[in-house]
């Protein structure tokens, strides 16, 4: 059957997994719609993405045999992206030119304000997608509006912001406390509403039920539509068939032995592991944390990429044969979705507490850096879907404070809350992108005004053949 379209997007990610997830999942939700939806990424992130309904294209950020490991520095990345990027996106619009559907509307990732300004140059739509939350993004731009100076004093705390609840120092991005610690990240990060006003649309991978007030508190400044959360449909809603994953994978998932271990465990017994694919934990650690899953009595599935499993104890890998599994990847949402996970552990990243929120498992929070700071602060205190493990004065989470929270969201009157609370915005998230839900009927929107905007001649059933 040929497909027929009414309107022509590109999809444009920063090349990493916890972007391109998010924005691969929207460009889905497009094409589903009657959007036709080309997802352009780096000649080095391209092969490793294939999704039904969706073309892959590939552009240049002027490293395309190895990204950013190949530039080895920030700074330089982005410079060569930005030069890049904007010549072969440009190349790109032009390519579709004379096609039957010309691109109408560029969506880009945040981190990339440059593609704006192409979009601009062609006459097309622009629009901003945020992969933060929008507690996060409010922060950030009132930072870039001059509300807000850097460092934060120790007398300006609690932070409390219009739609916010009171940040104390443990909840705030890193940044704030320590700007001089990642400049060349906290510039990106600021840099994302450099051009803002310029943009078309803003989008948000969050959703009303969860952050409406933080969102419509800043709308002013950073007036976004909230269309999260995006997880793959065969998880939430079911109105892409067969969409029971993002499509997209850096990294090799060891699913079927993740699959055969979990099978043959009682159900909500399993604590599952993953820090996500950028945190690196220090030695001291890893070390609490493996002797902290080891000593709880739990069976545990930790996610512990190559790079850090010389940093594991001596002796581990042996004495958790009994009670755990440890691999190097494996497919987080198949594992979130089974009957015999109990608890996330998690770094309390974005995309994996929407992750967590959207499968309705309760979650323990170990927060290393940035946005994952104020994430496990709702998580805990404003949702209540979890817990977080404080650190010790050395900036550790010791294996006492594991083990009290692993027991604290899977046994007792405590945990009994946060299951209720889990499945509460399981619903919430799964409504919220469901026919006539808060997301869907925004994105719906978006769709409508592409469509009427004149700029698509379509033909008298109101589509393009393609």
Not at 56 to 74: C, L, M, R, T, Y
Not at 123 to 131: D, E, P, Q
Request: contains cysteine; glycine residues 8%.
């Amino acid at each position: 059957m040929v497909q027929k379209y009414s309107a022509h997007v590109i999809v444009l990610p920063y090349p990493g997994q916890g972007h391109i997830n998010p924005l691969l999942q929207f460009a889905k939700r497009l094409a589903s719609k009657g959007v036709k939806a080309t997802f352009a990424t780096t000649h080095y992130t391209v092969k490793s993405i294939s999704a039904p309904n969706v073309e892959v294209e590939p552009i240049s950020d002027g490293f395309d045999e190895g990204g950013f490991a190949q530039a080895k520095n920030e700074e330089v990345f982005l410079s060569s992206f930005k030069a890049n990027g904007s010549r072969t996106l440009s190349q790109l619009i032009d390519k579709y030119k004379s096609s039957a559907i010309p691109v109408d509307c560029v969506v880009y990732d945040s981190f990339l304000p440059w593609a704006l300004d192409v979009a601009k140059l062609h006459g097309i739509y622009g629009a901003a997608f945020f992969t933060n939350s929008a507690t996060v993004c409010s922060i950030f731009c009132r930072i870039h509006h001059g509300q807000l100076a850097l460092p934060l004093k120790q007398e300006e705390l609690p932070l409390q912001l219009p739609g916010l609840p009171p940040l104390n120092a443990p909840d705030l991005p890193t940044f704030l406390r320590a700007p001089e610690s990642y400049p060349a990240y906290l510039a990106m990060k600021l840099n994302q509403f450099t051009n803002l006003e310029k943009a078309d649309w803003v989008f948000d991978n969050t959703l009303e039920e969860l952050e409406g007030e933080a969102a419509k508190c800043v709308s002013e400044i950073w007036p976004a539509t909230l269309i999260g959360p995006m997880v793959p449909s065969a998880y939430l809603d079911g109105q892409i068939e067969g969409d029971k994953g993002y499509g997209a994978s850096l990294w090799k998932p060891l699913s079927d032995e993740c699959i055969q271990w979990i099978a043959t465990k009682p159900c909500k017994t399993v604590v599952y592991v993953s820090f996500g694919s950028m945190v690196s934990l220090s030695d001291k650690q890893m070390e609490e944390i493996a002797s902290g899953l080891l000593e709880s009595g739990f069976h545990f599935l930790w996610v512990v990429k190559d790079s850090e499993r010389g940093k594991l104890p001596d002796g581990f890998l042996d004495s958790a044969k009994e009670k755990g599994l440890l691999v190097t990847w494996c497919n987080q949402l198949e594992m979130l979705a089974h009957q015999a996970i109990g608890c996330f552990v998690t770094h309390c990243g974005w995309n994996s507490t929407l992750e967590g929120l959207s499968l309705g498992v309760p979650m323990v929070g170990v927060p290393q850096w940035s946005d994952q700071m104020p994430d496990a602060k709702f998580i805990e205190d404003i949702w209540g879907v979890g817990l977080r493990a404080k650190e010790d004065e050395k900036g550790i989470v010791s294996r006492e404070e594991l083990i009290s929270c692993l027991r604290g969201v899977m046994e007792g009157e405590r945990s009994q809350v946060i299951k209720k609370n889990s499945s509460k915005y399981r619903e919430l998230t799964k409504k919220a992108v469901s026919a006539g839900g808060s997301s869907d009927k925004n994105i719906n929107e978006f769709v409508g005004k592409l469509i009427s905007s004149g700029k698509v001649k379509r033909e008298s059933d109101g589509h393009i053949h393609v």
